[in-house]
């Protein structure tokens, strides 16, 4: 009982991991969080490219010119 006790408390946070896992696919939630990680990649991509026009514009030239 000892070793099993041992196992749960080095073990908790993956245990508390795969549960949640498994809740995340049984309620379809994943596609809503693949939706908010989607979302916030492109607003920090847009708010990169807004606060750093010229650089950018430079780097997607020479990326062309290379083409």
Same mark, same amino acid.
């Given at each position: 009982?000892?070793?099993?006790?041992?196992?749960?408390?080095?073990?908790? +946070? %993956?245990? @508390? *991991?795969?549960?949640?896992?498994?809740?995340?696919?049984?309620?379809?939630?994943?596609?809503?969080?693949?939706?908010?990680?989607?979302?916030?990649? +492109? %607003?920090? @991509? *847009?708010?990169?490219?807004?606060?750093?026009?010229?650089?950018?514009?430079?780097?997607?030239?020479?990326?062309?010119?290379?083409?």
């Amino acid at each position: 009982m000892d070793s099993f006790k041992d196992f749960l408390n080095q073990y908790k +946070g %993956a245990i @508390i *991991g795969i549960i949640i896992a498994i809740l995340i696919l049984c309620t379809r939630l994943y596609n809503l969080i693949i939706a908010l990680v989607v979302l916030f990649i +492109g %607003a920090v @991509i *847009g708010n990169y490219v807004q606060n750093n026009k010229y650089e950018v514009k430079e780097k997607i030239k020479n990326f062309i010119d290379r083409l």
